[in-house]
């Protein structure tokens, strides 16, 4: 599934200020429910409720919360580059700065699958993190994004 299917520009925030996983969790579903009129409260707790499951950070300064929710319709997705590093408890015990946050219909497994997969491959490519960490700029952000989208079709 392509980042361009569950990623608006608007749905990034290069400069978060967020000093703490919860405070993330909770800017992150603020962000959806502006962009995409999503249930804040309902994305805050599903995200909260995923995260007691397991931590979602994957290493190198990334994480990846994500979760699924009857009320949505398809996959959205936010992204928040931090000011700050948090912990999220990732698996190489370094705090977090890039994360990528997914919402996906409660029935759509594969579709959730694919764009976690999708958001996975993108952020595991460290050329990729380094030019998201370079800018704090929304835009420059979204077409980072689509820059890599690009070249992993080619």
Do not use: W
């Not at 990623?7 to 000093?19: C, N, Q």
């Not at 405070?23 to 409260?41: F, N």
């Not at 599903?46 to 009857?70: F, K, S």
């Amino acid at each position: 599934m392509e980042l361009s299917k569950f990623l608006l520009p608007e749905a990034i925030i290069a400069d978060a200020k967020a000093g703490s996983k919860k405070r993330v969790l909770q800017d992150a579903a603020r962000l959806a429910a502006q962009v995409y009129g999503l249930p804040e409260s309902k994305m805050l707790a599903a995200l909260q409720a995923r995260e007691l499951l397991g931590p979602t950070g994957m290493g190198n300064g990334v994480a990846i919360p994500h979760a699924r929710l009857p009320e949505i319709e398809h996959v959205s997705g936010v992204f928040l580059h931090l000011e700050t590093p948090v912990d999220f408890s990732a698996v190489d015990r370094q705090p977090v700065d890039l994360v990528f946050v997914l919402f996906a219909p409660e029935s759509a497994v594969t579709d959730h699958l694919k764009s976690l997969a999708r958001v996975s491959r993108t952020l595991r490519n460290g050329a990729t993190c380094q030019k998201l960490r370079s800018t704090r700029d929304a835009t420059a952000a979204y077409s980072i994004f689509m820059e890599n989208e690009r070249s992993q079709a080619a």
